[in-house]
């Protein structure tokens, strides 16, 4: 049958406006997961709004939900971002493909950007109860992921991006990634965030981890993860009062209470954060520094008492406690206690022991 010019007009205004539907709905897999890829990317409206979504990258997700990729997503400027996340309880499955960025970092240092690879907006609560899983990231001009509280990482490759790898806040759950050279810090983690069996690089000055909680079978290349999970400690480089006011302990440490550090053989001293001496390898240094005795508030008594006021006062005529490992450890062939502790003015100037959060 043949279509009058009127009833052809009427089809392809028809027509017209089912492509138009098409267009705008969701990329949606058949069991409710959106997709992302290239071609989504370009065209804009990830969940089907334009204006929340506009063509072109970021891909801006605004729908809480699970997503997937189904390409690898090639930004071409270091100032591009890849996803921005405007909203919490989002699950990204990469399906084993790469969001990717033109950056190369040598050993000489990475090209900045402020490009991020997956990452919550800056300016918004978003970002928290986020999963990703799956996939790489490589070559970002920023950093490579950034969320927010009680996100999940995992099976994820981060590497070649100006900024951090991978940057969580609070209560997160970092399980078997690899994470390699970047511009500043591998993981750079909130309180409370676990990493587990995670493999990292330093570059240079750059570490591979700052903060967070290791769980053991992690390997780094600059010894501030642990293997078996031991609690990390050091004694600082910089020297303070008994008033303990400078900061004495970097992100991820506190001021170690005795008890804390009362068996070495327990914990993993960080050669790369603390003091060294000529013949203590990759152990402590042999050398006193402040410590917590775990008591009420005291300015004077004996070593173990006294703590300079809860290490609160910077006066003369107050005392706290230092102490070293014991240079005499042997006595025969007796091990003795391994520390040695005296009082100190609180007005004197040492080193902090400082242990892993």
Known sequence: MKLGWGQRSVACALWATLCLVIAAAPAAAVDGVIEINQTVAVAGGVTGDFVSDAPGFPVVIR???????????????LDAPAIVIDTNDVEIDL????????????????????????????????????????????????NGIVLEDDARIEDMAVSQCGGNGITVGERGLLIQNRVG????????????????????SGRGAN???????????????????????????????????GALDSGSCQAGYHVASFSELANPANLVYVPVLGRTLADSGQGPP???????????????????????????????????????????????????????????????????WCVQN
């Open 63 to 77: 729908v809480a939900g699970s997503y997937r990729l189904t390409s690898n997503l090639e930004v071409s400027s």
């Open 95 to 142: 399906n084993g493909f790469s969001v990717r960025g033109p950056n190369v970092c040598t050993p000489g240092g990475c090209p900045q950007g402020i490009g991020q690879g997956i990452a919550r907006l800056t300016s918004q609560s978003s970002g928290n109860r986020v999963t990703l899983r799956n996939g790489s990231i490589v070559g970002m001009g920023s």
């Open 181 to 200: 050279m970047n511009g500043f810090q591998g993981l750079f983690l909130g309180d409370e965030t676990l990493y587990v069996r995670n493999v990292l």
């Open 207 to 241: 570490r591979s981890v700052t903060g967070g909680v290791s769980g053991g079978g992690n390997v780094c290349n600059d010894g501030l993860c642990s293997v078996r999970g031991e609690r990390l400690y050091y004694l600082s480089e910089g020297a303070d009062s």
């Open 286 to 352: 042999v050398e006193f520094g402040w410590v917590r005795t775990g008591g009420e508030a005291a300015t004077a008594g004996d070593a173990g008492t006294a703590n300079c006021d809860a290490y609160d006062s910077n006066m003369g005529n107050h005392l706290g406690t230092i102490m070293r490992l014991n240079p005499a450890w042997t006595t025969g062939a007796v091990q003795i206690s391994p520390w040695d502790s005296v009082t100190e003015f609180c007005n004197q100037l040492h080193a902090v």
